[in-house]
């Protein structure tokens, strides 16, 4: 037991060197290159240069709100694995994401993107998509009292189709806004700003708290609902809990970033590779790679066709589906053998 | 119905009877719609989740794990309704999580992981986990349902010795009705829902009471090991039947082996003279044959001796088995001899061991002789019984026309 501690602990102090090494990366490359030193120096002392309104204007909101987002979506998707006992479940493949960008296009559509405490509504109604997609997802792969996991994967693949097409409809009715439905299906985090990052850390960071109090719960989840009723945990409200935190997640995300594909479903599974199923570590551990992975992937997409920019979405799903397709192949070796 | 401590419960039934629903309205996975499950007096619904878990476990009839844990997570799992959240597992923990193992006979599997076990290596991690749990109630649901003899008898007997080392009550839904016997102190019969009969294995496990529930008929006697009702079923596929008949002169049980396989061949059988009570006589009852039968020890009547004509004359051919002879049951030998029986197809299980089965000095191997120089007899072996009837029966119908 003390020799898989320890090595938990390395793979924690990696984790986090790597985050901060990626966040400085992140932070110094772009059109303009910003050296570290400067970095540190206009972080510590401020200065009033123009690289410096390029990094703490647009720069370091941007690696920062990355960092949020992809550690929630990773958390997010580890959990729902966890609850669903099934490792091909995050919140892109049960429709939530699409769910969440679907309400983020009917309030911009329909006008209604006011703000409210400072809130956008839009980020509202991709919270209120979120949950309603998947409760429906929920409903259509509950029946008679039994859930059916392969019925659950099939409904969330379904609906997020179903989904995706209502948009590209909405789309095609409204193009004047075509733009700017085009960030939310793609996902992109060139709109980020320091209010953004803000309003995205209220929600998210409480929220992975949320999870991170429940995951001893989560492991004996994994081992069936029966076998948690029976082990003194009421299932009933902690997934309630649990789902409607990450519904509160996937929300935040979406309305601030769009959908970002796979993340939840690649991080986890790279943890779990590495250190086991435990949820004590997979929960954060994912989250840590979840924001190393997306300011690599965002930095990644700023870079490569410049001066035009590969929305981080793309970005994703272009390393995520071929990890997905290694991932059910695996998958299906392990029931062979 | 009543639950009181240190024993063995068995609930069995037919498929969809409810046994499993039962179970999970004891554990308050599921509220009864009517009625009440109380412990110690209090009803289950007003006790909180943790508080049931630190009375009840549970052990399913199987736990598949998608995701990788080691063995020792899994049971110290069993330590969550003692748990203080924030602190986490104490030492105590780890001690009781050690102790469940070792009981369970599962410490050299601590590291491995959950997933790459055999089937009957994780029910027995799982019961370590609800011997971790510290219940004074386990309830299992076909725990060994999907294991082979070995494990189920492994598992078996560990939840019977957790029932006596630690006055644990066990209730459990069992398929196979001779291991509910054999491992229940009480049985609990349902069908459709209801509560159908309770009791002793011997009050519950009769050919009756199981006709009632599986509505299969059984034979029930009583294991030569244990003394605990044992249940054979009996095996009656519905074969097409040949339409021919056949007379099967045995006893003793020398017909019984014979009896079971023309049966299943699909022939229409009868024999006689038998005892009434006699091994034969019993397997000649279960295929509802027609039997020339007699009352123990007193030798054949005329009576008897007559129907056992009636019935070797309808037939189309006659089997004499290897059957022991003595002065009560000579008379068989006799018919065979009489003039009626001349042409009728007789066919003789020959093993040499006649002289070896003649307890009247002599008398039934002069019969045997005389009646193996008959034309009409035909020495065979069991095993190519089958053959040899349908041949001679065509023939015979043959040189008739």
């Known amino acids: 037991m003390g020799k898989v501690k320890n090595r ?6 990696f984790l986090i060197a790597s985050l901060v090494l990626s966040l400085i990366f992140a932070a110094s490359t772009g059109a303009v290159k910003i050296s570290t030193t400067e970095i540190i120096e206009i972080l510590t002392k401020g200065a009033d240069t123009v690289n410096a309104s390029i990094l703490m204007d647009i720069r370091l909101p941007r690696v920062l709100l990355a960092a949020v987002l992809g550690a929630g979506l990773a958390a997010v998707g580890g959990v ?44 509202i ?14 409903s259509l792969a509950y029946t008679r009292n039994r859930m059916s996991i392969n019925s659950l994967l099939l409904a969330g693949v379904a609906v997020s189709y179903f989904l995706a097409s209502v948009i590209s409809f909405l789309m095609m009715l409204n193009h004047d806004k075509i733009e700017h439905i085009v960030f939310w299906t793609m996902g992109s985090l060139s709109m980020a700003t320091w209010n953004e990052l803000f309003i995205s850390a209220v929600i998210i960071i409480p929220s992975l708290a949320v999870l991170m109090y429940y995951t001893r719960e989560l492991n004996i989840l994994m081992m069936g609902e029966d076998a948690a009723h029976h082990l003194g945990i009421n299932t009933f409200a902690l997934k309630n809990v649990l789902l409607i935190t990450c519904a509160l997640v996937v929300g935040s995300v979406v309305s601030t970033g769009g959908t970002i594909a796979f993340l939840g ?29 997306l300011v690599l992937a965002d930095t990644a997409g700023r870079m490569l066709i410049q001066p035009a920019e590969i929305p981080v979405g793309v970005m994703t799903s272009i390393m995520g589906g071929p990890f997905f397709i290694f991932l059910l192949r695996s998958q299906k070796a392990g029931r062979q053998g | 119905m009543n639950i009181g401590k240190g024993c063995f419960f068995c609930i069995v039934g037919p498929n969809g009877s409810g046994k499993s629903t039962l179970l999970r309205v004891i554990s308050a996975a599921l509220k009864p719609q009517e009625g009440d499950v109380c412990f110690d007096g209090r009803s289950i619904n007003d006790i909180k989740h943790r508080s049931i878990a630190r009375m009840v476990s549970f052990v399913p009839q199987n736990t598949s794990l998608e995701f990788d844990f080691k063995v020792s997570d899994v049971v110290l799992m069993g330590r969550y309704p003692y748990i203080n959240k924030l602190k986490g597992e104490t030492g105590k923990d780890f001690e009781i999580a050690e102790k469940a193992m070792e009981y369970t006979n599962t410490t050299h599997l601590k590291d491995r992981s959950f997933m790459e076990l055999s089937g009957g290596e994780r029910q027995r991690v799982i019961l370590a986990q609800a011997f971790a749990q510290d219940t004074d109630i386990l309830i299992l649901d076909e725990p060994v349902s999907h294991l082979d003899l070995q494990h189920q008898v492994e598992i078996l007997n560990l939840i019977k010795k957790m029932c006596v080392d630690r006055k644990l009550t066990a209730i459990a839904v069992l398929h196979d009705l001779n291991l509910a016997s054999a491992y229940g102190d009480y049985i609990v019969m349902m069908k459709a829902g209801m509560i159908m009969r309770q009791g002793t294995p011997f009050e519950t496990l009769t050919a009756a009471g199981i006709k009632e529930i599986f509505d299969t008929d059984v034979y029930v006697s009583v294991s030569p090991v244990g003394n605990k009702p044992y249940i054979y079923a009996l095996t009656k596929p519905n074969i097409d039947k040949m339409g021919i008949r056949v007379h099967v002169i045995c006893g003793g049980g020398s017909g019984s082996d014979i009896i079971s396989r023309l049966c299943s061949e699909g022939f229409d059988l009868s024999s006689g003279v038998l005892a009434i009570g006699d091994l034969d006589w019993k397997i000649s009852k279960e295929n509802n044959m027609q039997i020339a039968e007699e009352v123990p020890f007193v030798g054949i009547s005329g009576e008897a001796y007559a129907r056992n004509k009636e019935l070797a ?65 035909i020495l065979t072996d069991s095993k190519a019984l089958k053959e040899e009837i349908i041949k001679a029966v065509e023939t015979h119908g043959e040189s008739k026309e």
């Open chain 1, 125 to 138: 109604f991709a919270f209120m998509g979120a949950v309603l997609t998947l409760f429906f997802v929920y």
């Open chain 1, 8 to 13: 938990n602990w390395l793979v924690l102090v």
């Open chain 2, 313 to 377: 004359m309808a037939a189309d051919a006659i089997v004499l088995t290897g059957l022991y002879l003595g002065k009560s049951n000579l008379k068989n030998l006799e018919l065979l001899l009489e003039k009626d029986m001349e042409g009728k197809p007789l066919f003789i299980l020959e093993d040499d061991s006649f002289a070896a089965r003649d307890y009247t000095n002599g008398t039934a191997c002069r019969l045997y002789e005389r009646i193996k120089s008959r034309n009409n007899s």
């Open chain 1, 265 to 293: 479903l690649v991080a986890p599974h790279i943890i779990r590779l590495i250190i086991g199923s435990d949820n004590k570590s997979v929960i954060p551990y994912s989250a840590l790679l979840g924001s190393i992975l």
């Open chain 1, 80 to 123: 729902m694995q966890a609850i669903f006992k099934n490792p091909l479940v995050d919140s892109y493949t049960l429709g939530m994401s699409s769910g969440a960008a679907l309400g983020a296009v009917i309030s911009i559509i329909t006008g209604l993107n006011a703000r409210i405490f400072g809130m956008e509504t839009t980020g």
